[in-house]
């Protein structure tokens, strides 16, 4: 199969997000999802759920805009969230609402709690640095549940084990597009390198707030954030909780040691005591 | 029409997944608690002489130690590949670690209660002893450490109310641990009477007592610690709220008066075991185990609690950013 990813004047037209993006095993993937192109099609919802076979999560009226899937769960890996706003920007006078669209991911965070709390190793860290949990060694603990801090991952009810998105980790093997980007007809989804992604995000933003569009931001591209940023980040319109996204989420473990000293100190008082209330009055 | 989108969260929706967690682990967290506070005093009762007291220990121990077994492969998602936890030792896992505390504690206690039941059954005593007293005092070492993880187990996800209480978590656990083992003390010399001139009886009631002001105490300062983390909610202003609404409140109050007074009672039966303060004894002994186990199933709920509602994810984070001085 040949890779078509220039154009006929010899342009490199992944940096447009075009075509097929090349990457090797020893390159860090992810996607760059810019909510700022979105137009709430969910092709990459329907796409996910084709191709990694998701079972149905329920046929639900939420009343919420034009999103009846909800949130992220076992059964939903890509989310595409609406969220309608009065505004009184000309531009949108006659509706005056501003629509926010966005489709939300697992994070495929560089410090994953869920990886990082399994005790199993179901979940583990491949050769692309994305989090995939094992299906036949998950043994439904449910701890990675209660550490992530975006609420992603969950237990499929029935099944027992817990599933997420795996950043189409097949897919990738097979040296292609994930699903969901492969689908999505605006390029809103962006997959490839992260270095590269990164600095596409960078070009973008500067162009938007070049626009006056102040309140553009990016979420999860910063390596310093509390997770080390995430292998999937976005470019929001306004700030994160608008999304249902945690404004500055962080890694439960990184106050391991503080937690493991504070219990080392406890069961030392524990056994103190013991000692001294049961040994303390030996008498004959 | 459709309702605007707070600027809290995404239609009020929560940011974070409830625990999976069903009521047999908070159970749990109390009968773990059990077993390693009964090991302590059976270990002691050992060293001390006392065999009738440290077997019966032992079988308690044992007992609590099965249930928590049950509990804990009861909650899984798949129960069938428990043993998958011992395929990896993870120390970033709070769950792993424990798992082989778990392990060498009941691999331990199980072997002291094994060597004493072949004693009975002709197993000449120069070689069941050692072992039952080995094992017995080995376990009784691990058993702190049961005690404590589960508070790191606890502490270590992305649950405001128990990960905000890293650092108190562990003495009411603590705490909670050892007033369970002292009044489980009481009850067995309850049912198998001491020699009342033996000091040793004082001291399961003394640890009760010790133990139950520990666990309060600790309850207290994380109380505290949590009314600190703000969440800029007039509704619910911060993290401690988790525990003032709905069953939390009414859990971690009846945990507190069980405990207050359980302790009271103990210590007001005195320090001999008589005859005549026997049963008040084992009373207090009954309202101690009962507040430990109350206080296990408050802070499991609270926690619940604290992921349902997005103030407790959001608030603290949005304040974290934007600190309220440099709000417009
Ligand atoms: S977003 Fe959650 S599930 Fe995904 S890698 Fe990060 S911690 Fe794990
Ligand atoms: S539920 Fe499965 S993937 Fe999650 S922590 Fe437990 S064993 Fe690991």
């Known amino acids: 199969m040949t890779i078509i990813d220039r154009g006929s004047d010899g342009t490199d037209l992944t940096l447009q997000g075009i075509g097929t993006p090349r990457y090797d095993r020893e390159q860090r993937v992810g996607f760059f999802t810019d909510t700022s192109i979105c137009i709430g099609c969910k092709a990459c919802e329907v796409a996910c759920k084709e191709w990694n076979d998701v079972p149905a999560d329920g046929l639900n009226f939420l009343a919420r805009s034009y999103d009846n899937t909800g949130h992220l769960s076992a059964d939903t890996w890509r989310h595409v969230a609406f969220v309608e706003q009065p505004t009184t920007d000309p531009e949108s006078a006659r509706s005056g609402v501003r629509w926010l669209m966005s489709s939300d991911v697992c994070k495929h965070c560089t410090s994953a709690a869920c990886l990082e709390v399994c005790p199993t190793g179901a979940l583990f860290r491949t050769e692309f640095e994305t989090v995939v949990v094992q299906q036949d060694i998950c043994n439904g603990c449910g701890y990675c549940v209660s550490a992530c801090p975006f609420g992603v991952i969950d237990q499929r009810k029935g099944d027992g084990r817990v599933w997420k998105c795996t950043l189409c980790y097949d897919r990738l093997r097979g040296g292609q597009t994930p699903a969901c980007a492969q689908a999505c007809p605006t390029q809103s989804i962006q997959f490839g390198p992260l270095e590269q992604l990164r600095e596409r995000a960078a070009a973008r933003i500067e162009a938007l707030h070049d626009q006056g569009v102040d309140d553009a931001q990016l979420y999860g591209d910063d390596p310093g954030d509390g997770v080390g940023g995430f292998g999937a980040f976005f470019l929001l319109l306004d700030k994160p909780e608008v999304y249902g996204l945690p404004p500055d989420p962080v890694s439960t473990t990184r106050d391991l040691r503080t937690m493991f000293n504070a219990a080392t100190a406890a069961a030392f008082g524990l056994l103190g005591i013991a000692a001294a209330t049961l040994l303390g009055q030996r008498r004959g | ?328």
Not at chain 2, 2 to 13: C, E
Not at chain 2, 269 to 277: I, L
Request: charged residues 15%; proline residues 7%; glycine residues 10%.
């Open chain 2, 1 to 328: 029409m459709v309702p605007d989108a707070t600027p809290m969260s995404y239609y009020g929706q929560p940011i974070l997944k409830p625990p999976t967690w069903k009521w047999p682990i908070a159970a749990y967290l109390f009968t773990g608690g059990l077993a390693a506070g009964t090991s302590l005093v059976g270990a002691a009762a050992r060293l001390h002489g006392d065999r009738r007291l440290a077997g019966a220990a032992s079988a308690a121990t044992m007992s609590a130690i099965g249930v928590s077994a049950g509990f804990l492969i009861e909650d899984l998602g798949r129960r069938s590949r428990f043993h998958h936890m011992l395929r990896v030792v993870k120390i970033t896992s709070p769950m792993s670690v424990g798992t082989w505390i778990f392990s060498i504690f009941s691999s331990l206690a199980g072997a002291s209660a094994v060597a004493e039941i072949g004693e009975k059954v002709g197993v000449p005593a120069r070689v069941a002893r050692p072992v039952t007293a080995v094992g017995q005092v080995g376990s009784a070492l691990v058993g702190p450490a049961l005690a404590t993880y589960t508070a790191v187990l606890l502490a270590d996800t992305a649950v405001p109310a128990w990960h905000e209480a890293r650092r108190d978590l562990p003495w009411v656990f603590a705490g909670s641990a050892t007033a369970s083992g002292g009044a489980m003390g009481i009850l067995l010399s309850t049912l198998a009477p001491l020699d009342p001139s033996d000091g040793f009886a004082s001291g399961p009631r003394r640890m009760a007592v010790v133990g139950a002001a520990l666990e309060v105490g600790a309850d207290e300062a994380m109380h505290r610690r949590l009314r600190a983390v703000a969440t800029g909610d007039t509704d619910k202003p911060d993290i401690g709220a988790a525990y003032t609404s709905g069953s939390p409140r009414v859990l971690a109050g009846a945990a507190r008066a069980a405990s207050v007074t359980g302790a009271a009672t103990v210590a007001l039966a005195g320090r001999r075991d008589r005859p005549r303060t026997r049963l008040l004894a084992a009373a207090g002994a009954l309202l101690v185990l009962a507040g430990a186990a109350l206080e296990r199933f408050a802070i499991f709920h609270a926690g619940k609690a604290s992921t349902t509602d997005p103030v407790y994810t959001v608030g603290p984070q949005r304040l974290r950013l934007v600190p309220p001085a440099r709000r417009p």
